[in-house]
């Protein structure tokens, strides 16, 4: 069994070697591949003071470019590595705001749900970016105490896609 795992493993290292080789990445792209939550963090524009959203956790500015190419990387061509760190930051992030919430508000059952896709949505592009995003954060939700109910919401009406 294992030496069939691994030369599965050989063939899609292969294969995706050659779609690099025919069809290569762009470089922003690349450059968020190799980037740290840390080095993301302190590369991508944070949103402005005066914009904030009360009760709303916003990490990022979406004008910033690399934030953009992150989102479009996981929406569009469910780049699980890009997905990973960006879940990665959005864990840290909760991570550190149940804290206060639990010290200073008394803050005790969170409850974590995702933004469903359209039926049609899900067929075209094979995956969903909000459950790729909340990958990370599955991983340590027991321990914060949160519940993750990743199918809690139904889309009951196929809507437009909004830009």
Request: overall charge neutral; aromatic content about 10%.
């Amino acid at each position: 069994m294992y030496f069939i795992s691994n030369g599965v493993g050989f063939f899609m290292r292969a294969y995706e070697f050659f779609l690099d080789i025919l069809f290569p990445l762009d470089p922003e792209v690349r450059r968020l591949e190799q980037m740290t939550p840390g080095d993301l963090s302190t590369s991508a524009r944070h949103l402005e003071s005066g914009r904030e959203i009360p009760e709303s956790i916003i990490l990022f500015e979406y004008k910033d470019h690399l934030v953009r190419t992150a989102i479009r990387e996981v929406k569009f061509r469910g780049n699980r590595t890009i997905a990973r760190l960006l879940g990665t930051l959005l864990r840290d992030t909760l991570m550190a705001e149940l804290t206060d919430l639990k010290a200073f508000k008394n803050f005790k059952a969170p409850l974590l749900v995702s933004v469903p896709l359209t039926k049609r949505a899900y067929r075209t592009r094979g995956w969903d970016q909000c459950h790729l995003l909340l990958e990370e954060v599955i991983h340590v939700a027991d321990d914060m105490g949160i519940q993750v109910h990743l199918d809690a919401l139904r889309k009951i009406r196929e809507t437009e896609d909004q830009v």
